[in-house]
């Protein structure tokens, strides 16, 4: 079992000269999603409401087999509203709840693998509930973080980095963007700081560059790969399906779990270069489709990618 912890929340989408249209979305439950249409079993520790919108994000968790432990609350759920140019970028508006109950040690004690990050582990209040579960999993869970960083909601540059160094320090495998990088240390050069973060103590660190491709570094070295050239339609959740991919992917190759953590530290170059292979084929065909969209296991293997 796979378990992600984190925000769900709508996604309205705004074209321009368009009325918004809502897509379910939330970067972990984005990530939730994708490691299950990979073909994992995975649990979702996140908040919805009772209203029109909760109902949108447990009929669509629940359709693409994720489990759902906890029910709706009676707060209104969480609305991210994504405005698109006229390339397909997005700019962010948050509406946000994130208040957690106590995550109990045994939803979490069958996991080999528990990722977080984005809102849900900076945002007061729920974010202390976040970082005690990953301590409580980490004896026997790989953890995985991606700070997925909003200025737009966490304006103090200083408090998110804080948190961010908290959990790039618990964490096995981070992932984050230039652009993540780019703000939370502002002048320096972003693989440098990915360079920093390794010596924190996971054992691998990824970062995407967009149409640069992605680049990753291990104590064996580094490695990148080119992005695969595509039609995009929009880069809603391209980033999440990076990310369950590369979880995926790791999975796949019975690196998960806190036993096999020295194991995962050992990875090769090689290793994250066919990772980093297979986790950019997958946001390559979430850029082509509108909203977070990521794919299945079967699509990767059309691609030859398994």
Known sequence: MLTVIGEALIDE???PGAEPVPHVGGSPMNVAVGLARLGHPVQFLGR??????GQLISTHLRTNSVLLPWPADQAPSSVARAELDESGAADYQFELSWILPRIEAGLLQGSTLLHTGSIAAMLEPGVETVKNAVLAARGHATISYDPNYRPSIIGNVEYAREWAEKFVSLADVVKASDEDLAALYPGAEPLDS??????????????????DGPWAVSAAGEAQCVA???RVADTVGAGDSFMSALLSAIVDRELDGAQRREQLAAISVQQLHEILQFAAAAAAITVTR???NPPSREELRGLGLH
Do not use: F
């Open 13 to 15: 989408v705004v074209r």
């Open 48 to 53: 919805y409401g009772s209203d029109h919108y």
């Open 194 to 211: 990915a360079r920093s973060w390794l010596k924190r103590g996971p054992a691998v660190v990824v970062v995407t560059r967009g149409v």
């Open 228 to 230: 695969p050239a595509t």
């Open 290 to 292: 509108p909203g977070a």
